[in-house]
């Protein structure tokens, strides 16, 4: 299966960035591929993806390594697109982007750097509930226990990739279960919490997918142990960077101190030195903790 991409995709770039992680759960790079257990209809398949065709009609190739059962193609292809983030045109930001003095010379380094998504609306979740507070390497490694506990895993190569326990598996489980994740007892309890709620059908994730923005921001919000910081997070790794900026984030604070240090003084530094971004906030707050991301790892 070819894939085109946008002119502003850089798949290099993206395998770069990925290969900061310092355990990776999910979004794993093998050389010049990036590969990763998609949960398709059908039962678990391990995707791999390549660059692909000449600079001036880049492409992606995908293909399937192992599978569980029966690959349906078009929904694969709704998959991929949808976790590599080919249908999110980012020409406009990077357009605006050019035109600020201040933000040009550190976003310039990662322009065309895609911005992958969760598969789910419940992964994305589960992955900010268990980033709450916690330093970014043991939230890594706290994903990969949780998804190694009860995820639903294909070994390729003697390698095993996981996938993110589905919210009837992590509902069942015992806090006690848990443990290994060394997460605090109540974000056990959230996690849980939100497996039940989509388990029973009282939380419908696939209902997010037509709504606007802020309904979808509003019904995160009205769910126990999701706060401003978890919404955003979770809403943009689902369906694409929120325009909200996520405020209080202990990275993001350490990368503008470090890019645009003016602002270190600031009652709310975060606040104010995006404040003047208007709709793009979002983007180039996620942009510059990006550009962090490299320099720091």
Request: glycine residues 10%; charged residues 20%.
């Amino acid at each position: 299966m070819r894939l085109s991409t946008g002119r502003l995709y850089d798949f290099g770039l993206l395998l770069q960035f990925l290969s900061r992680w310092s355990t990776p759960v999910l979004d794993i790079v093998a050389g010049d591929a990036y590969r990763r257990v998609l949960s398709l209809p059908g039962g678990p398949s391990l995707v791999e993806v390549k660059q692909a065709g000449p600079a001036h009609a880049p492409e992606l190739a995908v293909s399937v390594l192992s599978a569980g059962g029966a690959v349906d193609s078009a929904e694969l292809q709704r998959r991929i697109r949808h976790v590599l983030a080919l249908d999110e045109p980012l020409e406009p930001f990077w357009q605006w982007a050019r035109t600020h003095a201040e933000l040009w010379p550190v976003l310039s380094a990662v322009e065309g750097l895609p911005l992958p998504r969760t598969e789910t609306l419940f992964e994305g979740l589960v992955c900010a509930v268990i980033e709450q507070q916690i330093a970014w390497t043991a939230a890594q490694r706290a994903q990969r226990t949780l998804c190694e506990w009860g995820g639903a895993g294909l070994e390729y190569e003697g390698r095993m990739y996981h996938a993110m326990p589905s919210p009837e598996r992590l509902a069942g489980a015992n806090p006690g279960e848990l443990k290994a994740l060394k997460i605090t007892d109540r974000r056990v309890g959230v996690l849980i919490g939100i497996a039940g709620d989509i388990a029973s059908g009282r939380f419908d994730p696939l209902v997010f997918a037509d709504l606007p923005h802020a309904e979808r921001y509003a019904g995160l919000m009205r769910i126990k142990g999701v706060g401003h910081w978890t919404a955003v997070v979770a809403l943009s790794r689902a369906f694409g960077t929120a325009p909200e900026v996520a405020s209080n984030d202990v990275a993001l604070r350490a990368a503008v101190k470090r890019y645009l240090p003016h602002y270190a003084a600031e009652a709310d530094p975060i606040g104010a030195a995006f404040s003047g971004c208007g709709e793009y906030a979002g983007l180039a707050a996620t942009y510059l903790l990006s550009r962090y991301v490299f320099d720091k790892y």
